[in-house]
């Protein structure tokens, strides 16, 4: 069956960086666009980034533009989010998703089950 693993959270000082990993497996992963989106307390889950299926080209959500790097690796089957100068703002649930489309921010067919980002102040 179709699994999506998220990796790699954890708590991080304001300023500072974290990667999260998530390890794909039950589908043809190098057809997917596949996404990175987040959910904080009490809003509704946001689109962060998403990476086109051959990982020719990328899309991000303005609030990370510039701080965030999405990649993706299909002989291994993983996909990147590298997180650089964190706010305390980027604390949420992270969340990878798989989609077909060129560089989708909704309809999204597979998830996981999230990690969580703590960024303190």
């Known amino acids: 069956q179709v699994q999506l693993v998220e990796s790699g959270g954890g708590s991080v000082q304001a300023g500072g960086s974290l990667a999260l990993s998530c390890a794909a497996s039950?589908?043809?992963?190098?057809?997917?666009?596949m996404g990175w989106f987040r959910q904080a307390p009490g809003k509704e889950r946001e689109f962060v980034a998403v990476?086109?299926?051959?990982?020719?080209?990328?899309d991000y959500a303005d609030a990370v533009k510039g701080r965030f790097t999405i990649s993706r690796d299909n002989a291994e089957n993983v996909m990147y989010l590298q997180m650089d100068r964190l706010k305390p703002e980027d604390t949420a649930v992270y969340y990878c998703?798989?989609?077909?489309?060129?560089?989708?921010?909704?309809?999204?067919?597979?998830w996981g089950q999230g990690t969580q980002v703590t960024v303190s102040s």
């Open positions: 998703a798989g989609g077909l489309g060129f560089l989708p921010r909704a309809g999204y067919d597979y």
């Open positions: 039950g589908f043809t992963f190098n057809k997917y666009a």
């Open positions: 990476v086109t299926f051959n990982g020719g080209r990328t």
